[in-house]
């Protein structure tokens, strides 16, 4: 099925196969034509399956055909949770509008306000923003909401997880009555679905739960080790297997500091990105990673979901994330565009309640593999599959934030560590090729 056949104009898809798009996916065959009738929507889809697109398009083809009236004002607007997604969105805006009358900015914290307040000053149809940034130039009068025709919630879960829910509704209350709204999400949680009823009316919900043969080719596997020889196994793999490419996840912006510094002794060039680094500085250790310039990328949970390459080879998780789902957009950065990926988790003894979650929410053991040399002191547990976790109160965003669980005897534990006992081996440089993705 061809781009043209979903409604768009010669000038946007012209574009799209300028940029090498040939076919919509299926979330972009199911939500654009919803979103070309005007008709409001709540739609799910995996990290990887062209979200981005799926909305944008339909804006260009709304908003083409007329202009702006007043200076200030924007006539769509996209929130989004952190100043990378909003980048590479942006980037992505001006590639499918390249044949089109119309301007896009985004803005985000952590640099300087002043070009941002300048940009905004004639007008700009599609304005991406992160919420805080934008009720700043809000109050400030940089800009207003009165001609807003499309509100885009993206990430959704992300931005929830953040923390932002006070300052989405603070711009929604702002927002003319008379909008369509679309809220994009990688999960429907009930958080997710609860903004949903107060932000869109009568949405039409769409979820697209990627098939065997449609879904990202990820090879998922974790090896145990103690956490003070994580790093040493890391060097030990990027060497021995010839990575050419890797993201690293870690927890803590000093972990990721210290982690850059052990490899660089192990003569291991690596550059790391955080919430302690300057914007202008993270958009450029971006850009040398996705050019190749920078080869070992080590990352807090800010570019989870800001890294957008259709060839990256392998992620790490050096660290196991907290809540479970943070593990599927992470492993989401690899195995896309139809490529090949890899996804690698140390686990040592203090992971083994974020492993226990992960593992339910996949609903499967993820294998397990045996470095030689790097066995832990004490061996890790096969998960328990069916745990319940405690409930918690009040969430806390710090980067060490970890969850609490109630554990139990299991059959299916039992049943799944006969099974594992057999299913270790010794790494191989290819490893398996089966396809893990069942989330």
């Known amino acids: ?55 944008v398009l339909p804006i260009l083809e709304r908003l083409a055909d007329s202009e702006m009236q ?36 985004a803005i985000y914290g952590g640099v300087d306000e002043k070009p941002q307040k300048q940009a905004l000053i004639d007008g700009v149809d599609i304005l991406v923003a992160t919420p805080g940034r934008l009720l700043d130039l809000y109050t400030q009068r940089a800009v207003h909401f009165d001609e807003v025709e499309v509100l885009v919630l993206d990430e959704a879960d992300r931005m929830l997880d953040m923390g932002f829910i006070e300052d989405i509704n603070k711009v929604i209350d702002k927002l003319p009555s008379e909008r369509q709204s679309l809220l994009f999400s990688a999960t429907l949680s009930n958080q997710v679905r609860a903004l949903a009823k107060t932000a869109i009316k009568r949405p039409v919900e769409i979820s697209v739960i990627a098939d065997r043969d449609s879904a990202p080719k990820i090879e998922q596997w974790l090896t145990t080790v103690d956490k003070d020889k994580k790093s040493a196994l890391l060097s030990h793999l990027i060497n021995t297997e010839a990575w050419n490419q890797a993201l690293i996840f870690i927890e803590t912006k000093q972990g990721a500091a210290k982690l850059v510094s052990q490899l660089e002794k192990r003569d291991i060039s690596a550059e790391c990105i955080h919430g302690g680094r300057s914007q202008p500085v993270r958009e450029q250790i971006l850009a040398d990673f996705k050019t190749g310039k920078i080869k070992y990328l080590v990352a807090t949970g800010i570019a989870a979901r800001g890294i957008d390459i259709d060839d990256l080879s392998r992620v790490v998780n050096y660290d196991l994330p907290y809540p479970a789902d ?10 896309r565009a139809g490529a090949a990926g890899e996804a690698i988790s140390f686990v040592s003894n203090d992971d083994f309640k974020n492993l226990c979650m992960i593992e339910s929410r996949l609903g499967h053991l993820i294998e397990r593999k045996e470095i030689a040399g790097f066995a832990p002191s004490k061996p890790i547990p096969i998960s328990v599959l069916n745990f319940v976790p405690k409930s918690r109160q009040h969430k806390s965003t710090s980067d060490t934030d970890r969850p609490t669980l109630s554990l139990g005897k299991s059959k299916t534990a039992s049943s799944d560590l006969r099974k594992t006992k057999t299913a270790k081996a010794p790494i191989t440089p290819k490893g398996n090729k089966s396809n893990p993705w069942n989330v």
């Open 1 to 55: 099925m061809p781009f043209s056949t979903l409604g768009l104009r010669d000038a946007i898809v012209n574009a799209l196969h300028e940029v090498g798009y040939s076919q919509p996916t299926p979330i972009q065959q199911q939500t654009i034509p919803v979103i070309l009738t005007g008709k409001n929507l709540l739609a799910a889809a995996q990290t990887g399956t062209g979200k981005t697109a799926s909305f």
């Open 70 to 105: 007043r200076k200030k004002r924007i006539r769509a607007l996209i929130l989004t949770p952190t100043r990378e997604l909003a980048v590479q969105i942006q980037a992505n805006i001006v590639q499918y509008a390249k044949h089109l009358p119309l301007t896009s900015f």
């Open 326 to 335: 943070d593990y599927i957009h992470r492993i989401g950065r690899t195995g």
